[in-house]
């Protein structure tokens, strides 16, 4: 049973930082792309982190504008999502998942965590 587990998400005030954790059992997913996305209430579900296998390369979608940083950690088959000078625009619940590619589409995912609460006080 593969399984991904978010933890690190909760209630912050603007301008606050927290760190998401995303880690995996079941197998490994060295050769996977990495991501976290987001689902705010009335919006549409986003990536707005993702980094390759390799980890050579990242992207993020310009509404970050560099507040967020996404690393991996093979060897615990864990990813993270450090977020900087949060918005209450951020708050959403955040989903880390795993795919072949780097996918932007987020039904191209083959595997997905339950989601951690991400809340953002102005």
């Known amino acids: 049973q593969v399984q991904l587990v978010e933890s690190g998400g909760g209630l912050v005030q603007a301008g606050g930082s927290l760190r998401l954790s995303c880690r995996a059992s079941?197998?490994?997913?060295?050769?996977?792309?990495l991501g976290w996305s987001r689902q705010a209430p009335g919006k549409e579900r986003e990536f707005v982190a993702i980094?390759?296998?390799?980890?050579?390369?990242?992207y993020y979608i310009d509404s970050t504008e560099g507040r967020f940083t996404i690393s991996r950690d093979n060897a615990k088959t864990a990813w993270y999502l450090e977020m900087n000078n949060l918005k209450p625009e951020d708050t959403a619940v955040y989903y880390c998942?795993?795919?072949?590619?780097?996918?932007?589409?987020?039904?191209?995912?083959?595997?997905w965590g339950q989601g951690t609460q991400v809340t953002v006080s102005s």
């Open positions: 980094i390759e296998s390799s980890g050579h390369s990242t």
């Open positions: 079941g197998r490994t997913f060295n050769n996977y792309a």
């Open positions: 998942a795993a795919g072949a590619q780097p996918y932007t589409e987020y039904d191209r995912y083959d595997y």
